[in-house]
């Protein structure tokens, strides 16, 4: 059990979001590890992973300029 609330926590890392929508994350991360530990309610699962997708699409993920850095770098070196 955890491993949804694992994930989120890794995805959070890097994603920037607001505070409500990472707990909704949590929250809904949290109600398919329940799901998967009690067996019951099994039919949410299609859902819960429609809106954890859906919402964690709303969080910004930054992603770095590998072409930028590197010509910083060097830019630095000579």
Do not use: Y
């Amino acid at each position: 059990m955890g491993r949804h609330r694992e994930a989120v926590n890794k995805f959070l890392e890097t994603a920037q979001c607001d505070e409500v929508t990472a707990a909704t994350l949590h929250g809904l991360a949290d109600r398919w590890d329940i799901i998967e530990a009690t067996q019951e309610g099994t039919g949410q699962i299609p859902q819960l992973a429609a809106v954890l997708l859906n919402t964690a699409q709303s969080c910004r993920i930054p992603v770095e300029d590998v072409l930028q850095s590197l010509e910083l770098e060097l830019r630095g070196m000579t």
